[in-house]
């Protein structure tokens, strides 16, 4: 799908430059798995250790973004494959602005994923698999969304009447059942390092304070 009658304007200022002035790489770590794993509560906490370590990021989480760029779509499966279209697009600019950006979407098709993992290019799209039994995260329920799709007030909702792709190699998987937030939060943080993204000497210290339990 492409505008006609456009040209791209190829600006002097790159993104090798952006990455050089911000003092690490951009990359996309995309959280995905059912509602209650753990996405956006370790999404947010990994963006927090990063801005305190001086880093560029911004966290675009799956609630916020049905809020504006997405407020016009519903819940069928059309509509959540334009759903992560968007938001792909969208990360794509940021991650040209040289951000670490962390993208928290149950995002349920494996093909909507790889769709994002290919416009991005492999070297930029971190697949982190959050994955929680459904009754864990049924428990956790702070929503109460599950009550109401079994109660059948929700349609399609994910765990219940809606199937889940499960990653089948993701960069890192997060067993976020068993692990605390601060170990999970490590992980994603090591993952960067790994990768070359943040440099080896960033976010090693322990966040200051108690961190939340992983909801």
């Given at each position: 799908?492409?505008?006609?009658?456009?040209?791209?304007?190829?600006?002097?200022?790159?993104?090798?430059?952006?990455?050089?002035?911000?003092?690490?790489?951009?990359?996309?770590?995309?959280?995905?798995?059912?509602?209650?794993?753990?996405?956006?509560?370790?999404?947010?906490?990994?963006?927090?250790?990063?801005?305190?370590?001086?880093?560029?990021?911004?966290?675009?989480?799956?609630?916020?973004?049905?809020?504006?760029?997405?407020?016009?779509?519903?819940f069928s499966d059309a509509a959540r494959h334009e759903n992560i279209r968007r938001v792909g697009e969208?990360?794509?600019?940021?991650?040209?602005?040289?951000?670490?950006?962390?993208?928290?979407?149950?995002?349920?098709?494996?093909?909507?994923?790889?769709?994002?993992?290919?416009?991005?290019?492999?070297?930029?799209?971190?697949?982190?698999?959050?994955?929680?039994?459904?009754?864990?995260?049924?428990?956790?329920?702070?929503?109460?969304?599950?009550?109401?799709?079994?109660?059948?007030?929700?349609?399609?909702?994910?765990?219940?009447?809606?199937?889940?792709?499960?990653?089948?190699?993701?960069?890192?998987?997060?067993?976020?059942?068993?692990?605390?937030?601060?170990?999970?939060?490590?992980?994603?943080?090591?993952?960067?390092?790994?990768?070359?993204?943040?440099?080896?000497?960033?976010?090693?210290?322990?966040?200051?304070?108690?961190?939340?339990?992983?909801?």
């Open positions: 799908m492409k505008s006609s009658n456009t040209v791209w304007h190829h600006a002097t200022v790159t993104r090798a430059r952006r990455e050089h002035l911000n003092g690490h790489h951009g990359a996309l770590v995309w959280l995905t798995g059912l509602s209650g794993s753990g996405k956006s509560t370790v999404a947010h906490q990994v963006e927090e250790l990063l801005h305190q370590a001086g880093c560029r990021t911004f966290v675009l989480d799956g609630d916020n973004v049905r809020h504006g760029l997405c407020a016009d779509l519903g969208a990360a794509k600019l940021f991650v040209e602005a040289g951000v670490v950006v962390l993208a928290a979407f149950i995002s349920p098709f494996e093909a909507d994923r790889e769709r994002v993992r290919k416009l991005l290019g492999a070297g930029d799209f971190l697949e982190v698999y959050c994955r929680c039994p459904v009754d864990v995260c049924e428990a956790r329920d702070v929503k109460g969304l599950y009550r109401r799709a079994r109660a059948g007030e929700i349609a399609n909702f994910t765990g219940i009447s809606s199937p889940y792709e499960a990653p089948v190699a993701p960069d890192l998987e997060l067993h976020t059942s068993v692990m605390s937030l601060d170990e999970s939060v490590a992980a994603v943080l090591a993952l960067l390092r790994a990768r070359g993204v943040i440099p080896e000497t960033a976010c090693h210290a322990p966040v200051s304070g108690a961190l939340p339990p992983l909801s």
